[in-house]
């Protein structure tokens, strides 16, 4: 099992920044790659950034293009949000999956939830005009 912590979710006005950290522990070693997640009320469950730590790749949506970055150093992935906008709020979930190696270098896969079997509890981000 793999136990995954989140936190650094905030009400921020749009334009600020946040970094969410997400803290694994248990058998870690059972998986390669690390995903952010997030759901908003009346929408799907999107995944916005993932990292293959063994190789620095990483990953994004079309909706984390230029503004989320994904980072990991040592047992905690962080997710650094910049200009944030009211179309951001959401739960953001920290996710942890096993990748095959050929899906880790082409990414394909990678941005279906269905891929992660580890899932965080979330933190509310919260974003107003």
């Known amino acids: 099992q793999v136990q995954l912590v989140e936190s650094g979710g905030d009400s921020v006005q749009a334009g600020g920044s946040l970094r969410l950290s997400c803290a694994a522990s248990g058998s870690t070693f059972s998986t390669n790659v690390m995903a952010w997640c997030r759901h908003a009320p009346g929408k799907e469950r999107d995944v916005v950034a993932v990292?293959?730590?063994?190789?620095?790749r990483t990953y994004y949506a079309d909706s984390g293009q230029g503004r989320f970055t994904i980072s990991q150093f040592v047992a905690t992935t962080y997710l650094q949000i910049e200009n944030l906008k009211p179309e951001d709020t959401a739960m953001y979930y920290c996710a942890a999956g096993a990748a095959s190696l050929s899906a880790v270098r082409s990414g394909r896969g990678l941005l279906f939830p269905q891929q992660y079997r580890y899932w965080g509890q979330g933190t509310q981000v919260t974003v107003s005009p």
């Open positions: 990292i293959y730590p063994a190789e620095a």
